[in-house]
């Protein structure tokens, strides 16, 4: 799997939009970027996932660079309850989906009030 | 809507001892993996299961882990005779069928504590 870096930490104050980079500069054009999130103490939470087009669900935004070697991770009017360290992960999507997750160390995101 | 579940949330045991972690996946899923995250420091991936055998396993999991499905519900991952170093939070996660990717689904945790 192609090597992701984030910041280690960022802040974002509560209702406005938290935007998470990751870079993936080897990334393979058969591979997909993830994010997950773990909150405190809990199991890591599936976000979103894409390969080259922008994509949106309930819970997120993630728009990836034309030349994908980038991608930025979306929280729109982000709560006190969204802090969590947020892992961008890229990874190719077998059909088969026996693989393990290689988690870094990601972004702590701290919403402040 | 579907959870994974996980027991014991909590498990203190001592050195040499055998732990087994008790998971139920999503019930519709097909993949079943375990993690495990020591205090303070990654998530780290340990074995991937499917249609009763091991997928995939990480350095980590030697001889000493073991994972069974050991009916249509349940899956275990036993750890023979702890070590002060196994312990961590255990992570389960299932994932569904071919068709729909592999995002993965975890379970809330065992912490487990080897005095």
């Known amino acids: 799997d192609a090597k992701t870096t984030q910041p280690t930490s960022m802040d974002c104050a509560e209702g406005r939009a938290a935007n998470l980079p990751c870079n993936h500069s080897?990334?393979?054009?058969?591979?997909?970027v993830y994010w997950y999130r773990q909150i405190h103490s809990q199991g890591p939470q599936y976000i979103i996932h894409?390969?080259?087009n922008n994509e949106t669900n309930e819970m997120a935004s993630l728009i990836i660079t034309e030349d994908r070697k980038s991608s930025t991770l979306i929280r729109p009017h982000a709560t006190l309850r969204d802090t969590a360290v947020y892992y961008c992960?890229?990874?190719?999507?077998?059909?088969?989906?026996?693989?393990?997750?290689?988690f870094g160390k990601g972004t702590h995101l701290i919403i402040q009030p | 809507e579907p959870e994974v579940t996980q027991t014991p949330s909590h498990q203190v045991t001592q050195m040499g001892q055998e732990v087994i972690l008790r998971c139920v996946p999503i019930?519709?899923?097909?993949?079943f993996y375990w993690y495990r995250q020591i205090l303070g420091q990654k998530v780290e991936f340990l074995v991937s299961?499917?249609?009763?055998?091991?997928?995939?396993k990480s350095e980590i999991f030697d001889d000493q882990f073991s994972v069974e499905r050991p009916d249509g519900s349940n899956f275990t991952l036993k750890i023979r005779s702890t070590k002060l170093e196994d312990s961590a939070m255990y992570f389960c996660?299932?994932?569904?069928?071919?068709?729909?990717?592999?995002?993965?689904?975890f379970g809330p945790g065992t912490r487990l504590t080897v005095l």
């Open positions: 996660a299932s994932s569904a069928d071919r068709g729909s990717g592999n995002e993965q689904f």
């Open positions: 992960i890229v990874r190719v999507r077998e059909g088969g989906g026996a693989d393990g997750l290689t």
């Open positions: 080897t990334i393979s054009g058969n591979e997909y």
């Open positions: 894409g390969l080259k």
């Open positions: 299961f499917y249609n009763n055998e091991i997928s995939e």
């Open positions: 019930s519709n899923h097909l993949y």
